[in-house]
């Protein structure tokens, strides 16, 4: 949380265990959430649920969540997704 503040970050590709660990850790709720400037997330590598994803869209509202998982990942994929947020 500490990065996604300090350097604005817009766009970040971050895995189901991670998500999981924002959603509920009470550290993040140590954060000023109001200053995150993240915009969307691109959730790869492994199945991310459903119930996880609105639990995140739900603590972090207008971050948007791209599931990837059980498609054809790829670079071009991830920079067609995340151009609009550099």
Do not use: C
Not at 4 to 15: D, N
Not at 29 to 50: G, I, K, N, Q, Y
């Amino acid at each position: 949380m500490e990065v996604l503040l300090k350097y604005g970050i817009t766009f970040a590709p971050i895995v189901p265990p991670i998500i999981l660990q924002l959603v509920k850790s009470p550290v993040v709720d140590e954060f000023d959430l109001s200053r995150l400037r993240l915009m969307a997330v691109l959730s790869a590598a492994a199945p991310l649920r459903t119930d996880l994803q609105m639990a995140f869209e739900a603590k972090f509202p207008g971050v948007d969540v791209q599931r990837v998982h059980n498609k054809s990942f790829s670079l071009p994929h991830a920079l067609q997704f995340s151009h609009k947020f550099f």
